[in-house]
């Protein structure tokens, strides 16, 4: 997993109480108990996340429980900076939960049949993938076979500040802008040393965005790294640029000067920057922000493509009770279950009933009008990531070679040819 957001993911967001230590330590093996309180088999969740998170995934899990009376379902939140790990040595000691959330290291798992494919329960259960999530239906495969049924999805977007785009004299940000568009406006949004047209895309999943608008891809069909292709060399560039050539955003240096721990998120908070893209977890902390603010698809370049978040539900190896667990798989992502997750402001749901409903659209919690219909104009412009078994890997290597390029400049095709090379050695051809 990445160590900030991703697809779905944010690492670090929650301690773990006491309580769930104990409940963690106290784990029965092999899956969940066969036998439960009137004879009800007892399935094991894991998930990971706060108190939002533990919450939501509890009230869907009660959702399930009432709707029949053969199945429970134990809950267990651990920290995302210990997750993949836990879950790990809870499956090498035969102690694997039978539900499991996952994300881009879905295929760490499914490489090391550390979980199952579902394809064939989820056709016994007559559940259309394409139907139910659209592009990302098919987003955690593995070898052509389905390793998680999609639970919370939601593309990358646009936030950004209408009180100085109003005093700019800047039409607001949509779907047709272009690169072109986008730096012209962030250009007459800056306001030298005291306010910046963009908070910058030195995270992958901003970067990779403008690599695949322009053609790019970091992994081809053939699972071969194209990391110093011209289309993601010319990307990268696009993006420093802004930073260094023209200066429309924070240098790491200007950052720091803001307060500690500052980035993109709160620099926009702050009205340090006028514009950020990032993922569905920036609203919940801007509600009671005294500006005006709105949200909307992200920019283009050659062709329309974007980052996604979000997270799945995978079946362990060490579940006894397969069909099971794909039954309350199912429920959970169904659009009643799903529902919980626009309720309680959690995410963005996976299921695109629930995704387009008027409850995800005029959402009860909203302080003010948002233009949430962007996640769905979003929704056919997500690219599929290359969720490699060696995602850690990889991510390593952009870590590793591209932290002097972002914070001083430099040049793109110098610093992606390293990483190509480092790609060419920890990624193994496709079989």
């Known amino acids: 997993m990445s160590t900030k957001r991703s697809i779905g993911f944010r690492a670090g967001t ?29 399935l094991k969740m894991t ?6 998170d533990k919450k939501s995934y509890q009230e869907r899990v009660d959702l399930f ?24 040595t809870m499956i090498a000691g035969g102690d694997g939960p039978d539900i499991m959330q996952v994300a881009e290291g879905v295929n760490v798992y499914s490489s090391k049949n550390q979980i199952i494919p579902l394809d064939e329960l989820a056709a016994d259960a007559g559940l259309d993938l394409e139907e139910r999530f659209g592009p990302v239906g098919t987003l955690y495969s593995y070898d052509d076979s389905i390793y998680a049924i999609p639970d919370r999805s939601g593309a990358m977007i646009v ?6 785009f109003d005093a700019a004299g800047v039409e607001y940000p949509n779907a047709d802008w272009t690169w072109q568009d986008a730096q012209a406006a962030m ?42 292709s011209p289309e993601v060399v010319e990307a990268l560039q696009w993006g420093n640029d802004l930073v260094h050539k023209h200066h429309v955003v924070p240098t790491a240096a200007e950052y720091a000067d803001m307060g500690p721990d500052m980035g993109g998120d709160p620099a926009f908070a ?47 190896r060490d579940s006894k009770k397969a069909e099971q667990a794909f039954e309350a798989i199912d429920f959970l992502t169904d659009a009643e279950a799903q529902a919980v ?12 009933e629930a995704q387009n409903s008027e409850a995800f659209l005029k959402p009860e ?36 070679n591209l932290g002097t390029f972002w914070n001083e400049g430099g040049d793109a095709k110098a610093q992606l040819d390293i990483v190509q090379k480092k790609l060419e050695t920890v990624i193994k051809p496709a079989s």
Request: overall charge negative.
């Open 159 to 164: 936030y950004y500040n209408k009180d100085m």
């Open 270 to 316: 702050a009205q340090k920057v006028a514009m950020n893209t990032t993922g569905f977890w920036a609203i919940n902390s801007l509600l009671e922000a005294d500006f005006n603010w709105d949200i909307a698809p992200m920019w283009q370049g050659d062709e329309q493509a974007v980052s996604a978040f979000g997270s799945g539900l995978a079946i362990s």
């Open 341 to 352: 997750i626009i309720k309680n402001a959690q995410d963005v749901p996976a299921n695109l």
């Open 14 to 42: 929650a301690v773990i109480t006491a309580l769930s230590i104990a409940a963690l330590a106290a784990c029965s093996s092999g899956g969940g108990d066969d036998a439960a309180e009137g004879g009800a088999t007892t």
């Open 65 to 88: 429980e009432a709707s029949q009376e053969d199945i429970k379902i134990e809950l267990q939140l651990i920290p995302g900076d210990q997750y993949e790990q836990k879950v790990q």
């Open 365 to 400: 919690w909203a302080t003010r009008e948002v233009n949430m219909a962007a996640f769905g104009e979003s929704s056919s412009f997500v690219f599929r990531s290359p969720l490699l078994p060696e995602w850690n890997e990889m991510q390593a290597a952009f870590d590793d």
């Open 187 to 228: 250009e007459k949004l800056t306001i030298p040393g005291q306010q910046w047209g963009y908070a910058g895309a030195g995270w992958w999943a901003q970067w990779w965005s403008f690599a695949y608008q322009n053609g790019g891809q970091i992994i081809d069909e053939a699972g071969q790294p194209h990391a110093n």
């Open 47 to 52: 998930v990971w996340g706060g108190d939002v």
